[in-house]
């Protein structure tokens, strides 16, 4: 059953500075954007929050480019403008596989990086990519700005590190050697929730391997990538990451079916990448 409006508060900031006065001033306050996901809960009833910020205006987060040698990318960026970015392509191609893969075009064209992130969903399929790529993750408040590694930014389900007074102002990504690869398995190849997703980066110095939808959080292998390290063969990183992984039973998949299928994407991705 769709929620009612009638009780709830809407700011609307003219600025970066503006937001972020309001969070101090006027919270809590939950930021809000594209609303891909928001919208979801209002309709269905589900949606607690009953005072929001509203970002989509603040174009200043929208922007793609190269600072400091790193890919800084905008909270705001849509999935369609990182599917549209030389410079994405070129840098992080992994993350435009990924954008490809979010809902239908009309979600790429309102759903944000940011709010992917924010999010905090096990499932999201840009949380990989910016896990495998060792982003860091910019939190602004009127205090000033930190950064995050993107490995340390979630605490637990759908809970992270950010603070009520900060926003997820963009992110960075260091450049990144070796092949990148981006798997999602779902019910359907788009617009729908994936089962399993996988990003990774393979390179003669380590391969990066970060997987979705089979733990609380985004999992980085970390022991999988030691073992690949150290020479295992595939069928050896195969048995380390399906111990490694802790997925669950649900409406969507079984526990046994995630494991199985993570181990055949990192077969399918070391094969493919040497």
């Not at 709830?8 to 972020?20: G, I, Q, T």
């Not at 954008?99 to 979600?107: F, K, L, M, N």
């Not at 060792?134 to 950010?162: E, I, K, M």
């Not at 069928?235 to 299928?261: F, G, N």
């Amino acid at each position: 059953m769709q929620s009612s409006v009638s009780h709830r508060s809407l700011f609307e900031p003219k600025s970066l500075p503006d937001a972020l006065k309001m969070l101090r001033h006027e919270g809590p306050l939950t930021p809000m954007a594209g609303c891909t996901d928001l919208y979801v809960a209002l309709n269905f009833g589900t949606l607690k929050e009953t005072r929001f910020l509203n970002l989509w205006r603040l174009t200043a987060l929208r922007s793609i480019e190269v600072r400091r040698g790193a890919l800084a990318i905008g909270a705001l960026a849509t999935f369609t403008d990182l599917r549209r970015s030389a410079l994405v392509r070129k840098r992080l191609p992994m993350l435009v596989a990924a954008a490809r893969e979010v809902g239908g075009v009309q979600i790429q064209n309102r759903g944000t990086l940011g709010g992917n992130v924010a999010n905090a969903s096990p499932a999201g399929d840009a949380l990989p990519v910016l896990a495998a790529a060792d982003a860091l993750v910019l939190l602004q408040s009127s205090d000033g700005l930190r950064r995050v590694p993107f490995n340390a930014f979630y605490t637990g389900y759908r809970t992270t590190v950010r603070r009520p007074d900060e926003l997820i102002v963009g992110f960075e990504v260091p450049p990144v050697r070796g092949r990148q690869w981006f798997r999602k398995v779902g019910t359907r190849a788009a617009q729908a929730i994936s089962k399993v997703v996988m990003a990774g980066i393979v390179h003669r110095s380590g391969s990066r391997i970060a997987l979705g939808s089979v733990a609380p959080t985004v999992v980085r292998a970390a022991r999988t990538e030691a073992a690949l390290a150290a020479g295992a063969s595939i069928d050896a990183a195969q048995a380390t990451l399906m111990d490694e992984i802790a997925p669950i039973d649900d409406l969507r998949s079984t526990e046994e079916y995630r494991r199985r299928v993570a181990a055949n994407l990192l077969a399918q991705m070391l094969r493919q990448s040497r």
